[in-house]
């Protein structure tokens, strides 16, 4: 799993199990420490980390809980909402199905943990449900034979992928877009020729919602007009190629205009 996304959630978690602060607040998370880390990635690749793991703070924040645990229960959550169904059976593979629940509790966290390349804080308990979204009955499956359990498990799997996730906000594509136009913009500022399209694209992946359900090793590799149909050249008059890109690659001018007007136009509709 070696996706922005990924990248950054371990990026985030490996700041917070070593670092036992009593309470974290996220500018001073971010700026402080989490960007520190960034100074090795170089050009493009270190803006759409940047972008990544500061929207991830962002989505992720809650100004009444700002303790390491409650940052570290966050992300667990997060990534509960983001693995898919062949994260869950990679997990249940190395778990010890066979025992008692207690076993398969404690089977699965370790199989979790080596899935995801993190060590869960010791002084929590983590449920099955709380890692995975599997609802077992701990009384039920004791009951069952090896092979009832088996086809239990299964089954939970099977459930929870017709279970509803309910986003705890909206995605917003006025957001997008002035991520993408940020992104951009420190391109250019540090002479890195890119186009709006690439831009766009990171700004689609760097959005934490856009993540829920497709899995922990997915790049999102959405096209931008799929969701911006507005992102065409007739929207901008454009009616010359130069080679791949609508404008001249040097063209500063005509593709900030064209930021600000989809960002204005989207924030109309909003």
């Given at each position: 799993?070696?996706?922005?996304?990924?990248?950054?959630?371990?990026?985030?978690?490996?700041?917070?199990?070593?670092?036992?602060?009593?309470?974290?607040?996220?500018?001073?998370?971010?700026?402080?420490?989490?960007?520190?880390?960034?100074?090795?990635?170089?050009?493009?690749?270190?803006?759409?980390?940047?972008?990544?793991?500061?929207?991830?703070?962002?989505?992720?924040?809650?100004?009444?809980?700002?303790?390491?645990?409650?940052?570290?229960?966050?992300?667990?959550?997060?990534?509960?909402?983001?693995?898919?169904?062949?994260?869950?059976?990679?997990?249940?593979?190395?778990?010890?199905?066979?025992?008692?629940?207690?076993?398969?509790?404690?089977?699965?966290?370790?199989?979790?943990?080596?899935?995801?390349?993190?060590?869960?804080?010791?002084?929590?308990?983590?449920?099955?449900?709380?890692?995975?979204?599997?609802?077992?009955?701990?009384?039920?499956?004791?009951?069952?034979?090896?092979?009832?359990?088996?086809?239990?498990?299964?089954q939970r799997?099977?459930?929870?992928?017709?279970?509803?996730?309910?986003?705890?906000?909206?995605?917003?594509?006025?957001?997008?877009?002035?991520?993408?136009?940020e992104l951009?913009?420190?391109?250019?500022?540090?002479?890195?020729?890119?186009?709006?399209?690439?831009?766009?694209?990171?700004?689609?992946?760097?959005?934490?919602?856009?993540?829920?359900?497709?899995?922990?090793?997915?790049?999102?590799?959405?096209?931008?007009?799929?969701?911006?149909?507005?992102?065409?050249?007739?929207?901008?008059?454009?009616?010359?190629?130069?080679?791949?890109?609508?404008?001249?690659?040097?063209?500063?001018?005509?593709?900030?205009?064209?930021?600000?007007?989809?960002?204005?136009?989207?924030?109309?509709?909003?």
């Open positions: 799993m070696e996706s922005l996304l990924y990248y950054s959630i371990k990026l985030i978690y490996g700041f917070l199990y070593k670092e036992p602060l009593n309470s974290i607040k996220t500018l001073e998370f971010f700026d402080s420490h989490i960007t520190k880390s960034l100074s090795e990635i170089k050009d493009f690749d270190k803006y759409a980390m940047d972008l990544c793991i500061r929207n991830l703070i962002i989505y992720m924040y809650n100004p009444t809980s700002l303790y390491t645990i409650d940052w570290i229960n966050n992300i667990v959550r997060y990534i509960r909402h983001v693995m898919d169904n062949t994260d869950i059976l990679n997990i249940l593979y190395n778990t010890n199905k066979s025992s008692d629940y207690d076993i398969l509790e404690s089977s699965f966290q370790a199989s979790y943990e080596d899935y995801i390349d993190i060590t869960l804080p010791d002084s929590q308990k983590y449920a099955i449900f709380s890692l995975s979204g599997l609802g077992i009955d701990s009384d039920t499956y004791n009951k069952y034979t090896y092979n009832e359990k088996f086809s239990e498990l299964l799997v099977v459930y929870r992928r017709i279970i509803k996730i309910d986003r705890p906000q909206k995605i917003t594509l006025v957001d997008i877009l002035k991520d993408a136009k951009y913009l420190k391109s250019i500022n540090n002479n890195i020729e890119v186009g709006m399209c690439d831009c766009i694209k990171i700004a689609l992946e760097c959005n934490p919602l856009l993540h829920i359900g497709r899995g922990l090793g997915s790049s999102l590799d959405i096209e931008p007009l799929s969701m911006i149909p507005e992102f065409n050249p007739d929207h901008f008059g454009v009616s010359k190629r130069y080679d791949y890109y609508w404008w001249p690659i040097d063209d500063y001018h005509s593709r900030i205009k064209a930021f600000d007007k989809l960002i204005s136009e989207y924030r109309l509709n909003k």
